[in-house]
């Protein structure tokens, strides 16, 4: 029989509640709610409740569930997997490496190529908008990738707050879906403009493209509304660290059907149906430009080419690693190994995507190679004039001097 002295230190809080949560990174006890609450004491552990009878105990005295107190700011306990994981080298100095060079190299790129498509690329086509959105879309990520940064380097210790990491969280896994989707609606539009050109109308197709580069956001933060609805930043005890969507919540997915629902339904929208998509447009293509005897389509046949090989570096260095690496990380959750580290580091590599989106724009986009052609031309030619200038003015000043007669 429970006494009414421990009745009473449950409810002036002189007892802690502690409650497993299910990591990314381990399935220990995953997807399965847990079949009893530890109750411990400030000093030592008492005693061993089921859930029921805790349950029981406080609709009896308080007419209120244990359950239905808040938990979100109690320390949680992680298994050692998890724990191993944080600690994990690749992850506290190679991660903030490999996000440091993405942000030294796509904020620059991406400056200059928002420059190039909103300000000298006039009048916008359908492949100029998609290409401003998608820098857009790089130029917000490299904006967050700082509070990355510095969020490994203090040894994945979360210091800017749980909204805060809601931000970096959308933005970052918005940004990779966002990206895959334009590129699949880039290749989409040039199917349709190579291989079906009479369909092709430049007026329709540009109001088509914003509506387009708006359903594929609306469609982004539809699928991420699940991570909004929680708390992403878990206290870890055992370190102590507070982590910013490394540990779930175990109330997040509650079963291993969700978790499986939800995670694969975001591979399969994502990942493999653009890159079918893709495929089927760009063989489609080649086979219509090779095919062709006019020599008009030879410019498009060597620059969709060029478009081609670029497209298939950015595919294979960035997303096929990360598909590979999330699926084999799904996989081995399930059978109480850890693959969180590699699917970390796959998810950078992933991210790099924004340095190649601007050789994208420039093979892609008629009127960007135009433009950024015409630029660099004038740049060379006022440098080219500002030299034989200079060199004009020094042979008029040398030259009386070698034509003056020997005295």
Same mark, same amino acid.
């Given at each position: 029989?429970?006494?009414?002295?421990?009745?009473?230190?449950?409810?002036?809080?002189?007892?802690?509640?502690?409650?497993?949560?299910?990591?990314?990174?381990?399935?220990?006890?995953?997807?399965?709610?847990?079949?009893?609450?530890?109750?411990?004491?400030?000093?030592?552990?008492?005693?061993?409740?089921?859930?029921?009878?805790?349950?029981?105990?406080?609709?009896?005295?308080?007419?209120?569930?244990?359950?239905?107190? *808040?938990?979100?700011?109690?320390?949680?306990?992680?298994?050692?997997?998890?724990?191993?994981?944080?600690?994990?080298?690749?992850?506290?100095?190679?991660?903030?490496?490999?996000?440091?060079?993405?942000?030294?190299?796509?904020?620059?790129?991406?400056?200059?190529?928002?420059?190039?498509?909103?300000?000298?690329?006039?009048?916008?086509?359908?492949?100029?908008?998609?290409?401003?959105?998608?820098?857009?879309?790089?130029?917000?990520?490299?904006?967050?990738?700082?509070?990355?940064?510095?969020?490994?380097?203090?040894?994945?210790?979360?210091?800017?707050?749980?909204?805060?990491?809601?931000?970096?969280?959308?933005?970052?896994?918005?940004?990779?879906?966002?990206? =895959?989707?334009?590129?699949?609606? /880039?290749?989409?539009?040039?199917?349709?403009?190579?291989?079906?050109?009479?369909?092709?109308?430049?007026?329709?197709?540009?109001?088509?493209?914003?509506?387009?580069?708006?359903?594929?956001?609306? /469609?982004?933060?539809?699928?991420?509304? *699940?991570?909004?609805?929680?708390?992403?930043?878990?206290?870890?005890?055992?370190?102590?660290?507070?982590?910013?969507?490394?540990?779930?919540?175990?109330?997040?997915?509650?079963?291993?059907?969700?978790?499986?629902?939800?995670?694969?339904?975001? /591979?399969?929208?994502?990942?493999?149906?653009? /890159?079918?998509?893709?495929?089927?447009?760009?063989?489609?293509?080649?086979?219509?430009?090779?095919?062709?005897?006019?020599?008009?389509?030879?410019?498009?046949?060597?620059?969709?080419?060029?478009? =081609?090989?670029?497209?298939?570096?950015?595919?294979?260095?960035?997303?096929?690693?990360?598909?590979?690496?999330?699926?084999?990380?799904?996989?081995?959750?399930?059978?109480?190994?850890?693959?969180?580290?590699?699917?970390?580091?796959?998810?950078?590599?992933?991210?790099?995507?924004?340095?190649?989106?601007?050789?994208?724009?420039?093979?892609?986009?008629?009127?960007?190679?135009?433009? =950024?052609?015409?630029?660099?031309?004038?740049?060379?030619?006022?440098?080219?004039?500002?030299?034989?200038?200079?060199?004009?003015?020094?042979?008029?000043?040398?030259?009386?001097?070698?034509?003056?007669?020997? =005295?």
């Amino acid at each position: 029989m429970v006494s009414f002295k421990f009745l009473t230190e449950l409810l002036t809080n002189q007892l802690i509640v502690e409650e497993e949560t299910q990591c990314l990174c381990c399935s220990e006890g995953l997807f399965h709610q847990p079949v009893f609450l530890l109750l411990k004491s400030r000093t030592e552990p008492l005693l061993i409740f089921r859930r029921r009878i805790v349950q029981d105990i406080f609709v009896a005295i308080t007419s209120k569930s244990l359950l239905e107190m *808040p938990l979100v700011n109690s320390p949680r306990n992680v298994t050692n997997i998890t724990l191993a994981a944080l600690q994990s080298d690749a992850i506290q100095r190679i991660l903030p490496a490999l996000f440091m060079l993405n942000c030294s190299i796509s904020i620059p790129l991406n400056l200059i190529s928002l420059l190039f498509l909103c300000w000298y690329s006039r009048p916008w086509t359908s492949t100029i908008i998609f290409c401003i959105n998608l820098t857009i879309s790089d130029l917000l990520y490299g904006f967050i990738l700082p509070f990355q940064i510095a969020y490994h380097l203090k040894k994945n210790n979360w210091p800017f707050g749980d909204v805060l990491c809601h931000v970096v969280t959308i933005l970052s896994y918005g940004n990779l879906h966002c990206s =895959i989707l334009t590129m699949m609606s /880039l290749s989409i539009e040039r199917y349709v403009g190579i291989v079906h050109p009479l369909r092709y109308k430049a007026g329709r197709t540009i109001r088509a493209s914003f509506l387009v580069c708006i359903s594929t956001w609306a /469609l982004v933060l539809l699928t991420l509304f *699940p991570l909004m609805q929680h708390k992403l930043t878990v206290r870890i005890q055992q370190l102590p660290i507070t982590t910013c969507f490394d540990v779930l919540p175990k109330e997040m997915f509650n079963t291993r059907t969700e978790f499986i629902a939800y995670f694969g339904s975001l /591979l399969f929208l994502f990942f493999f149906l653009p /890159l079918i998509i893709m495929g089927f447009c760009y063989i489609s293509i080649i086979l219509t430009l090779r095919h062709s005897s006019s020599s008009q389509f030879r410019e498009t046949k060597r620059q969709t080419i060029y478009f =081609i090989i670029v497209l298939l570096l950015l595919i294979t260095v960035c997303y096929l690693p990360h598909i590979v690496m999330s699926v084999t990380h799904y996989i081995l959750v399930f059978q109480k190994k850890s693959f969180y580290v590699e699917y970390k580091l796959s998810l950078a590599t992933a991210s790099f995507h924004c340095c190649f989106n601007p050789f994208l724009y420039y093979f892609g986009s008629k009127e960007f190679r135009q433009k =950024i052609q015409r630029k660099l031309c004038r740049c060379v030619a006022v440098g080219v004039s500002e030299n034989s200038h200079i060199v004009s003015e020094h042979d008029m000043q040398i030259m009386p001097v070698q034509q003056a007669p020997k =005295i």
